[in-house]
């Protein structure tokens, strides 16, 4: 039986999704506990592998079991054996050809920035706290650009190893409310920090520190050197996934 688990996360205390030696992640926490339930060995497949200090509210797993328990009572069982900042919001059984990372679908993302002239210490775990005033009316105009397939290279960590820098984001969105300003952004994939890239050359774009207009010569440069800076991680929250399969 292949079982599909949906997961949200509090990513402050972890290395990141992916297993890593000598380091507590949300995948190897995963595996032990699903481990120790289902007394066999179980290893998740993650849909999205979020960095170190990124949350996320639905992503996605699959692993495969022998079990007898019926799949949408795992979460149940799993959720007693999990830390309080990991906790399984879904779990069904999906087709064994069911695999998170091959099939087409569209992940939406959420970096969240504190503009206010002081820290506020109840946002400090999923905020980025940034006290200098922010027109997001420039970040909006600015974030337009991004929208439709491009060659995100200028946005991608020059250490990262793809095929292709090639994605297509279908919608950015740049909301305030009272003093949290939301960027929220849909594509059918991301590069390795990308949205937080994103986050920080809007940010620039909303400061004065670059024009709207420079966001498409940063994107045909295809130079990670011409973007603003990789936003912190702590602002960065996975909303979902959706498949279109």
Sequence with gaps: MRVCLTVAYDGTNYHGWQVQPNAITIESVLNQALSDLLKEEITVTGASRTDAGVHSLGNVAVFDTDTKIPAEKISYALNQRLPEDIVVQESKEVPSSFHPRHCNSRKTYEYRILNRTFRDPTKRLDTYFYHHNIDIDRMKKAAQYLVGEHDFKSFCSIH??????????????????????GIRITGNGFLYNMVRIIAGTLIQAGCGMIEPEDVKEILEAKDRSMAGPTAPACGLTMIGITFLD
């Design 160 to 181: 990262a190893v793809v095929e292709t820098t090639v994605r297509t984001i279908y919608a950015i969105d740049v909301e305030r409310e009272h003093d949290v300003i």
